[in-house]
């Protein structure tokens, strides 16, 4: 006969139900979640317009007509 497990297992509800977390983790709080959110970079808010003049043009740079 085994000893009763000293430390119950965790679980925590999910959308697709209640699961079951492995000994020794803790489950994902929302502070963890908002801090990897203030942690990525910076996204624009909008759509970038493509910088397509002078040195960075790529489409003038493949021009055979000057040589």
Same mark, same amino acid.
């Given at each position: 006969?085994?000893? $009763?497990? +000293? &430390? +119950?297992?965790?679980?925590? +509800?999910? $959308?697709?139900?209640?699961?079951?977390?492995?000994?020794? &983790?803790?489950?994902?709080?929302?502070?963890? #979640?908002?801090?990897?959110?203030?942690?990525? +970079?910076? #996204?624009?808010?909008?759509?970038?317009? $493509?910088?397509?003049?002078?040195?960075?043009?790529?489409?003038? #740079?493949?021009?055979?007509?000057?040589?």
């Amino acid at each position: 006969m085994s000893a $009763p497990d +000293p &430390v +119950p297992l965790q679980s925590e +509800p999910t $959308p697709e139900g209640e699961q079951t977390l492995v000994p020794g &983790v803790r489950p994902v709080t929302t502070r963890d #979640r908002l801090g990897l959110l203030m942690s990525a +970079p910076m #996204r624009p808010r909008a759509a970038q317009k $493509p910088l397509d003049i002078g040195l960075f043009d790529d489409v003038a #740079r493949n021009q055979l007509d000057l040589f």
